[in-house]
T-cell receptor, first 112, second 117 residues
Framework: DVKVTQSSRYLVKRTGEKVFLECVQDMDHENMFWYRQDPGLGLRLIYFSYDVKMKEKGDIPEGYSVSREKKERFSLILESASTNQTSMYLC???????????FGNGTRLTVT | AQKITQTQPGMFVQEKEAVTLDCTYDTSDQSYGLFWYKQPSSGEMIFLIYQGSYDEQNATEGRYSLNFQKARKSANLVISASQLGDSAMYFCAMRTLLAQAGTALIFGKGTTLSVSS
């Protein structure tokens, strides 16, 4: 079974802090994704990566950056956290083509 | 623009009844794929079923079937014989080309299904 692991289930940070959300997958998937989930808005794509050191913006990249130095790891970075970034963050990976996404359990981030 | 629309914020059904969750999509891609995911209250995202745009037959997986109507751009999920454990949020998603070498899934806003005894 594919395993996608997000380093924290819950995180509380202060406004202005730099925040790192880490995600690791164990199935050698080329593609990795970061989504944000908010009530009534569904899942919105922040960034994705289709190869090491490659990244592409999704629908809502503002205020975020990403890093993919190794194939199995995809990090989401909030350079200066703001209260409107309080949300559930979901990491996912897939092989490609029409394969489904495999999701981590999510990180619920609260910015105060 | 690529878009997934789920117009039913909430649906209510009794056990053993069938239920249809609506999903319409908009895309300019010639080839695309449609997915349904289930998210129970625990928060995990569970893949249910997939339909390719060139598949002529509707996809089925156990009690789940996907009613694919390409001309209408709809991909409705049908759950037969609902069970209490089907109570969850359901998301429709579409694979779309977002970059020269990258495809991603875009999601609808979801439908909350409540199954009662």
């Amino acid at each position: 079974d594919v395993k996608v692991t997000q380093s924290s289930r819950y995180l509380v940070k202060r406004t202005g802090e730099k925040v790192f959300l880490e995600c690791v997958q164990d199935m050698d998937h080329e593609n990795m994704f970061w989504y944000r989930q908010d009530p009534g808005l569904g899942l919105r794509l922040i960034y994705f990566s289709y190869d090491v050191k490659m990244k592409e913006k999704g629908d809502i990249p503002e205020g975020y950056s990403v890093s993919r130095e190794k194939k199995e790891r995809f990090s989401l970075i909030l350079e200066s956290a703001s209260t409107n970034q309080t949300s559930m963050y979901l990491c996912a990976s897939r092989v490609g083509g029409d394969s489904p996404l495999h999701f981590g359990n999510g990180t619920r981030l609260t910015v105060t | 623009a690529q878009k997934i629309t789920q117009t039913q914020p909430g649906m209510f059904v009794q056990e053993k009844e069938a239920v249809t969750l609506d999903c319409t999509y908009d895309t300019s891609d010639q080839s695309y794929g449609l997915f349904w995911y289930k998210q129970p209250s625990s928060g995990e995202m569970i893949f249910l079923i997939y339909q390719g745009s060139y598949d002529e037959q509707n996809a089925t997986e156990g009690r789940y079937s996907l009613n694919f109507q390409k001309a209408r751009k709809s991909a409705n999920l049908v759950i037969s014989a609902s069970q209490l454990g089907d109570s969850a949020m359901y998301f429709c998603a579409m694979r779309t080309l977002l970059a020269q070498a990258g495809t991603a899934l875009i999601f609808g806003k979801g439908t909350t299904l409540s199954v009662s005894s």
